[in-house]
């Protein structure tokens, strides 16, 4: 029932995650909270259209939706009945993008923050997602990885599927610099679409998204390594 619903938390602001927020605040009364990063394109919808072009972006959110409560790295929330979760500010896919640690069940909710090997890479920093994803990794006990764009993954295969992740952040890093290495490019969707043939991937899904995203890997051309880089916050 709606009403049971007092808390919604939003990992990010994209409209696929947000999509309905606004429809179950006006139902259900919840308070909504999120990274402090993400308020900005959750509560102005149109800014996000602008800044982010989805298509058929407006019929896929029902619109802006306030947000009540900002939400820390490292704060824990309890839900009543003993149950506690822990907020994992996990940044890379998005800026203020949050990981939902449930300890005593062992349940790690990660929105989009750990990449689908050869899915469609989307992000805003790679670097970021890769100390993201190593963040997660070092956590203990966890039985079960419930991500976005994947079926649920049971024990050890959770920590394989983040493994998995960084070898294919990792690969797309390598996929960049080779084609990027004695080549200019027209404009980013044309090395979009050269980096994902590279991938063996189509050439045919490069997208303003995908282009975004290869374009950050450029900043990092003297990086080989993703992997090699350390979180100051371990």
Known sequence: ?????SLL????????HIGAAKAIKRES??????HKAERSWIQDVDLQAKDRPVPDFHNLVEGPVEVDRIL????????????????????????????????????????????????????????????????L??????????????????????????????C??????????RVS??????DS???ARSVLIELEMPGSIANPLVAKSFQNNLKLMGMEDLNSCQSNLW
């Open 29 to 34: 009364g919840c308070t909504v909270a999120s």
């Open 181 to 186: 290495k004695n080549r200019t490019f027209n």
């Open 72 to 135: 820390e790295d490292g704060e824990m929330l309890n839900l009543g009945n003993d149950m506690d979760i822990k907020v994992i500010h996990t940044s890379g896919h998005s800026k203020g993008s949050i990981s939902i640690w449930f300890p005593r069940e062992g349940a790690l909710f990660c929105g989009d923050s750990i990449p689908l090997a050869n899915d469609m890479p989307i992000y805003e920093d790679i670097l970021e997602s890769v100390l993201s994803i190593k963040r």
């Open 189 to 191: 969707l044309e090395l």
């Open 9 to 16: 938390v939003l990992t990010h602001s994209h409209l696929d």
């Open 1 to 5: 029932m709606p009403e049971e619903i």
């Open 168 to 177: 294919y952040l990792q690969e797309i890093h390598e996929a960049v610099l």
């Open 137 to 166: 990794n070092v956590l203990e006990g966890i039985q079960v990885l419930l991500s976005s764009w994947d079926k649920p993954q049971w024990g050890k295969n959770a920590y394989l599927k983040m493994d998995e992740g960084l």
